[in-house]
Nanobody, 125 residues
């Protein structure tokens, strides 16, 4: 399995921006579809965005359309999530995910192969 470590979470006011980063190690990074999920307080983990092996295609949840952007750097083994125009409802623990198989697997929490430890994002109103 690939090991994942997230960074970049924190507290931000509504309308602000944060950039999350995930560093991978242990396996060939470019063999994995990568994704970001989040878990709001008291709710289930939900899909945010995913990106295919070469970065050619991305997938996103409707709730973050036009505000969040996923990107990856296969030379550095990193995947980032740029979050703009943040809202209080974006408050959650954000998790990096690595998935083998078709890209749709990285939109389903039950199909994720490796998880990071999570990083807290809090958006104040």
């Amino acid at each position: 399995q690939v090991q994942l470590v997230e960074s970049g979470g924190g507290l931000v006011q509504a309308g602000g921006s944060l950039r999350l980063s995930c560093a991978a190690s242990g396996r060939t990074f470019s063999n994995y579809v990568m994704g970001w999920f989040r878990q709001p307080p008291g709710k289930e983990r939900e899909f945010v965005e995913a990106i295919t092996w070469s970065g050619g295609t991305t997938y996103y949840a409707d709730s973050v359309k036009g505000r969040f952007t996923i990107s990856r750097d296969n030379a550095k083994n990193t995947v980032d999530l740029q979050m703009n125009s943040l809202k209080p409802e974006d408050t959650a623990v954000y998790y990096c995910a690595a998935c083998r198989g078709p890209p749709v697997f990285c939109t389903l929490p039950t199909k994720v192969d490796s998880w990071g430890q999570g990083t807290q994002v809090t958006v104040s109103s």
